[in-house]
């Protein structure tokens, strides 16, 4: 099993910016990828940013582009969202994804396919004011 707990979520006003964490416990994976969605009050869950186990690869949606990134720690179980120029329409439940496979140098892309060894955390509430 494994556990993703984000933090760093809060209160932030247009053009702001805050500083999401996610750190996953557990087990280990022959090949991983750890990103972000997020959920709005009566929206579908929607793909925000993603990276690669190799940390050398990151898939952003294209409402978050130029304004978020994704990165990974030197702890590699725990990737930051850094998210700049926020808009109201940001304002979400956050949550981080975990998805793991047993084949190595797997190209896992979470925000298109559908997976066994798949991991949510709780979710962190983000919310920018107008």
């Known amino acids: 099993q494994v556990q993703p707990v984000e933090c760093g979520g809060g209160l932030a006003q247009a053009g702001g910016f805050l500083r999401l964490s996610c750190t996953a416990s557990?087990?280990?994976?022959?090949?991983?990828?750890m990103g972000w969605f997020r959920q709005a009050p009566g929206k579908l869950r929607e793909f925000v940013a993603a990276l690669n186990w190799r940390g050398n690869k990151t898939y952003y949606a294209d409402s978050v582009k130029g304004r978020f990134t994704i990165s990974r720690a030197k702890a590699e179980n725990t990737v930051h969202l850094q998210m700049n120029s926020l808009e109201p329409e940001d304002t979400a439940v956050y949550y981080c994804?975990?998805?793991?496979?047993?084949?190595?140098?797997?190209?896992?892309?979470?925000?298109?396919?559908?997976?066994?060894?798949?991991?949510w955390g709780q979710g962190t509430q983000v919310t920018v004011s107008s």
């Open positions: 994804r975990v998805v793991g496979s047993e084949v190595p140098h797997l190209e896992i892309r979470m925000d298109k396919g559908v997976y066994d060894l798949d991991y």
């Open positions: 557990g087990r280990t994976f022959n090949s991983y990828s």
